[in-house]
């Protein structure tokens, strides 16, 4: 079974950081791109950042310069550094990746549980 799992949330106080990291276990053949995604209550679930097999990366715009996506593909890791968070961000943080598992011929998209970021002001 593929799974994605998440940790690093937690609560920090406005301008403070926090690193998220999910890591992708079971029969993977490829992850091709991953990507961070948050959802804040009553909010649609939106894109904060992805980042290419080969690590090009892109960034929603409320979160250029604060947040760096990077991964180790070796570890099946992806990480996101926050820095200089505020209130805004605080949202339910989900980790994504495009996959093919062993035995199929196509990839799909995977998510991980998400995790909780509440940013205090």
């Known amino acids: 079974q593929v799974q994605l799992v998440e940790s690093g949330g937690g609560l920090v106080q406005s301008g403070g950081s926090l690193r998220l990291s999910c890591t992708a276990s079971?029969?993977?053949?490829?992850?091709?791109?991953m990507g961070w995604y948050h959802q804040a209550p009553g909010k649609q679930r939106e894109l904060v950042a992805s980042?290419?097999?080969?690590?090009?990366?892109d960034y929603a715009d409320s979160v250029k310069g604060r947040f760096t996506i990077s991964r180790d593909n070796a570890k099946n890791t992806m990480y996101l550094q926050m820095n200089n968070l505020k209130p805004e961000d605080t949202a339910v943080y989900y980790c994504?990746?495009?996959?093919?598992?062993?035995?199929?011929?196509?990839?799909?998209?995977?998510w991980g549980q998400g995790t909780q970021v509440t940013v205090s002001s």
């Open positions: 079971g029969p993977i053949v490829n992850i091709y791109t």
């Open positions: 994504n990746a495009d996959l093919r598992r062993r035995s199929e011929y196509t990839r799909r998209s995977y």
């Open positions: 980042i290419t097999t080969a690590g090009s990366t």
